[in-house]
């Protein structure tokens, strides 16, 4: 192996290591942020969350709709921190040079699985938003004009080229601990 390739192995290590640091710090930075959100949500009046592309003002929900909206954000919350918890697993065992292994990837696969459950939370709130909008243009009694606008945004796109391209990375660390061990078994 020559220097150059030392070197770089040796930036990666290090990149990871701040990597591993600043994901713990963003694990403690999503509880805190969900402890103010949760205490906003159960004792403010002012606040106006957003869903889908609806507005909902905290005055005119009941505690029962409140506990709802808190469920949601402890949901979203719970899956933002598994995700970072496993990259930042991801990322001590490249820290360590361990790149190839059986728990790397592991690490890997379950943070992409919960990347696709939160994309597919948000999916669901998109479609249940554009359901609701058709909803309201059938049911509508005075035969009046119902303004609704229907907007194809790019996430649900982005999303799919963004998954395919984590895919694609997790096989090729999966080929990667393939040849590793194939390795050491003929030395």
Known sequence: MNLQQHERIAQIKKLSGYMHTALRCLVYLILLLWLIVAITILVSDKLTLTLGK??????????????????????????????????????HYFRRGEIFN??????????????????????????SHWLYALIKIFL?????????????????FLGLIFFGLMYLLLWALEIGRDLNEESELTI
Request: glycine share 4%; net charge positive.
């Open 54 to 91: 609806t507005p909902i003002s905290l005055e005119e929900m009941t505690y029962i709709h409140r506990f709802a909206a808190l469920l949601i954000v402890s949901v979203v919350a719970l899956l933002c921190i598994k995700i970072a918890r496993h990259f930042r697993d991801l990322m």
């Open 102 to 127: 059986r728990a790397a990837i592991a690490h890997a696969r379950k943070a992409i699985f919960n990347a696709l459950l939160l994309w597919g939370m948000t999916l669901t709130v998109e479609l």
């Open 140 to 156: 509508r009694d005075d035969g009046g004009v119902v303004n609704v606008n229907f907007a194809l945004d790019g996430s649900i």
